[in-house]
């Protein structure tokens, strides 16, 4: 595929993940307005689900304060509410049909098992003899909850992971089992499979249709890492294609209150998002959640049009330090929040020291941008889609990145001064960390082509790479003379730094380097800058001295950061420092 074909595709896909516009199935009435709010104050929020009237929500907390965590309920509107389970590893609550009882998913020994509460709380011994009430031709049955467990362990069938859901006419519950979907029969014993997951494969999230008849399911596969929504009849046999995801879908995907679409959450934007596929328009979707803003696990009120997920507020901004000032260094604020997620903002100065480099979402997608060198006039040079690594050409004039797609990590470089941006590696490998020479012909970057991740480099106009490195490496920095290449071993926490002659030879590792990242060291005049092991619950800037073979302190910053820049002269750093991350159960009223 040409440079030009393929940099379409990634224009086209860019174009497509900052589309902000909801979907209407009538497009001749004028729409209601959209109203969004948060749902309740409390923060630590998971799975929320509606009840069948669509007034409350019931929704589980894990991770949090001593006794905090399990299945709770709140109605729509109220911010007290109601504690149901007190387990921490109970999760992916849903209503029965008449809306007394929740059923939920709670993992022990590694084993998930189903189990089910009133809705309006109780007891724990109220709990486990819980009965529930089912109808079926105008009848009623009782079942023990405690039947449940019996009935999975008497079948041999063991839910293989926590997403449930009922069933609209109350008679079954839709699990994902060992090798397919299964259904669980609650108006008598009985298991009974509705999809089969070839090997290497995984079917999860079932998700029944409005009117019952369907079950909405993602199949995902370990070989070629591809994630597919399909449906599939209650009674079992062939399954429905509904839409093939680019990216990988985090959590399990919804009907829409009428069953003329989908929502689900996916992460090819680098983050997750909401989309939605209509089914009459399967070939592509659509974003309906506010552009470069994380939200996952939709929920869908089958009344009132109303509509909830999950949501992330966080934000990263960009410091700088002078290090060179004597006495104490003060850190001050330079761009604020570049970024909604943990990816950006990976700040850059160029070369002849006047610009600034980093990466944001603030337009919807992962770009590049440029700026003045204290963050001001800032520009969006690219606009791909999921871009990452600026890293500078030695004259200042271009800048050279990655770009995440579904088909491999591409490097692509491109001028400041206009023109089209140029894909440099044309394969299906991942791709990633690039960084010019000084003699401007050659690139570094890391692959995993080899089946590992080493260094390779290739010349700046594109063309056949070359490998580097024999024994691992990641994210490589040439030295400012030329003579050796500096990299990190691998893209794991606290990597070693290791070095290698531009020439060629054998690579030796630098013992006394020992940055917290790979993205949290930089080569200087006379050495490298890094920021080691945390010093209680601040970061250590240090200064290695290639010449004395010696690392000495420089500052301490309050925070570790993630990414770490600075301008060749060692006296100016540039870093990430993350705000306050916090999960916010959202409302959408007057959905459609």
């Known amino acids: 595929m040409g440079a030009g074909v393929l940099f379409t595709l990634l224009l086209a896909a860019a174009l497509i993940s900052r589309t902000v516009s909801g979907y209407r199935t009538d497009r001749s009435t004028p729409p209601m307005v959209e109203r969004t709010r948060p749902l309740m104050s409390i923060s630590d929020t998971n799975a929320p689900a509606f009840s069948p009237d669509g007034n409350s929500v019931a929704f589980y907390r894990q991770h949090s304060a001593a006794g905090e965590g399990g299945i709770y309920v709140t109605a729509v509107g109220s911010d007290q509410p109601v504690q149901l389970t007190s387990n921490d590893d109970d999760c992916c609550p849903v209503w029965s049909p008449d809306g007394r009882w929740i059923a939920f998913s709670r993992l022990h020994n590694h084993e998930y098992s189903i189990r089910l509460v009133p809705a309006d709380g109780g007891g724990e011994q109220k709990r486990r003899a819980a009965k529930i009430l089912s109808t079926q031709s105008g009848s009623f049955k009782r079942t023990s909850a405690i039947s449940i467990e019996r009935t999975l362990n008497t079948e041999g069938v063991i839910p293989r992971r926590g997403e449930i859901d009922w069933s609209p006419d109350g008679k079954s519950i839709a699990f994902p089992g060992p090798d397919g979907i299964y259904l669980l029969a609650l108006d008598s014993p009985g298991i009974r499979r509705i999809t089969e997951a070839p090997p290497l494969s995984e079917d999860w999230g079932p998700n029944f249709s409005p009117d019952g008849r369907n079950v909405l399911f993602v199949r995902n596969r370990q070989v070629d890492l591809s994630n597919e929504i399909r449906s599939v009849s209650a009674t079992g046999g062939d399954w429905t294609h509904i839409f093939s995801e680019p990216g990988r879908i985090v959590c399990p995907p919804r009907w829409s209150f009428d069953g003329k679409s989908v929502i689900f959450s996916s992460n090819r934007t ?5 989309w939605r596929v209509a089914l009459d328009a399967r070939d592509s979707a659509v974003q309906v959640s506010e552009a470069g803003s994380p939200a996952w696990d939709p929920a869908v009120s089958r009344r009132g ?17 002078n290090v060179a000032d004597a006495g104490d260094k003060h850190p001050y604020l ?9 990816q950006g903002p990976g700040p850059q100065f160029s070369p002849d020291g006047r610009k600034l480099a980093y990466m944001s979402d603030r337009s919807g997608t992962m770009e590049i941008w440029i700026s003045n060198r204290d963050g001001s006039s800032p520009f969006q040079l690219t606009a791909v889609g999921g871009a990452g690594t600026p890293r500078w ?32 590696t044309r394969d299906t490998f991942h791709n990633v960390c690039p960084s010019w020479l000084r003699d401007v012909k050659w690139i570094y970057f890391a692959s995993l082509r080899s089946g590992d991740w080493q260094v390779w480099k290739m010349p700046s106009y594109g063309g056949t790479p ?8 990641h994210a490589a920095l040439e030295s400012l003379d030329g003579k050796f290449v500096y990299y990190a071993k691998n893209a794991d926490a606290e990597p070693e730094i290791w070095r290698v002659p531009v020439s060629g030879g054998e690579e030796k590792p630098l013992p006394l380097v020992r940055p917290g990242t790979w993205a949290s060291w930089q080569m200087v005049e006379g050495g490298i800058l890094f920021v080691g092991p945390s010093l209680g619950h601040q970061a250590v800037l240090s200064f290695y001295d290639l010449a004395k073979d010696r690392a000495s302190s420089v500052a301490v ?3 570790t950061p993630f990414w770490l820049g600075a ?4 006296r100016t750093v540039a870093f990430d420092q993350p705000g306050r991350e916090q999960d916010q159960a959202m409302l959408v009223e007057n959905f459609k």
Not at 306 to 314: D, M, S
Not at 466 to 473: I, Y
């Open 270 to 274: 680098g983050h997750p998002a909401l």
């Open 305 to 321: 049009y109303r509509f909830a997920y999950e949501h992330l507020l966080r934000s990263l901004s960009i410091w700088q330090m």
């Open 334 to 342: 330079v761009v604020s929040s570049t970024s909604d997620t943990d």
């Open 393 to 424: 050409s030695p004259d200042s004039q271009a800048i050279v990145f990655d770009v995440n797609t579904p088909h491999g990590s591409k490097i692509v470089s491109m001028n400041l001064h206009g023109g089209a941006p140029q894909v440099l």
């Open 466 to 473: 070359v490998q580097v490195t024999q024994h691992g490496g």
């Open 557 to 559: 910053l309050e925070r």
């Open 567 to 570: 301008t060749r002269d060692g």
